[in-house]
């Protein structure tokens, strides 16, 4: 395998990382795609909160971790893959931190604004981290079938990564429990 063909799979790998653990934590991926745009290999976009909820979770304390367990799985994803040159995770790795900095509602209230609580921040970090790393560990046979069909057809719509999902998902289920 040439160069540009290894870093194919990797960006097939690190895509698949994202759109997997986005719809298995019941994020509807729209797309994902490995076709280079700008300084992107490949993007996945998946549903986010909007403004408003984000704003209502941080009134109650809470943030939404699933932004930052979604932005680790790509690279986490794309480094099982290739451990000697992962290269698509600086920009995940910094939208978590932005997203845990810029949004965590347990630091000082100054006016309208909150100053991060940065020992939080860490361990939610931290905490997102490990679940990336559990999900993509536990679900790795159908990151490697999502990142089979990227590396052919170079994009898949969001119902085409929820169908290979259920597959594995319907498929793992023991027959006792089946219905």
């Not at 930052?68 to 978590?96: C, Q």
């Not at 609580?117 to 560990?137: F, P, S």
Request: hydrophobic share 40%.
């Amino acid at each position: 395998m040439d160069a540009a063909e290894k870093q194919t799979w990797a960006t097939a790998y690190h895509e698949a990382g994202h759109a997997v653990v986005a719809t298995l934590l019941g994020r509807e991926v729209k797309t994902v795609t490995i076709k280079p745009e700008g300084d992107d290999n490949g993007q996945t976009v998946w549903t986010e909160k909007t403004e408003d909820e984000i704003r209502n979770l941080m009134k109650r304390g809470f943030v939404d971790l699933y932004m930052m367990i979604i932005s680790f799985a790509g690279p986490i994803a794309e480094a099982r893959f290739d451990t000697d040159n992962p290269v698509g995770a600086l920009k995940d790795h910094g939208s978590a931190r932005n997203f845990a900095h810029c949004t965590w509602p347990h630091g000082e209230q100054t006016g309208r604004e909150y100053e991060p609580d940065c020992l939080a921040a860490r361990r939610a970090l931290d905490g997102a981290r490990e679940q990336a790393l559990a999900e993509v560990t536990s679900h790795w046979g159908i990151i490697e079938d999502v990142a089979r069909r990227l590396f052919d057809d170079k994009t898949l719509t969001g119902e085409q990564v929820a169908n290979l999902v259920a597959a594995h998902v319907s498929n793992s289920v023991p027959p006792e429990l089946a219905c």
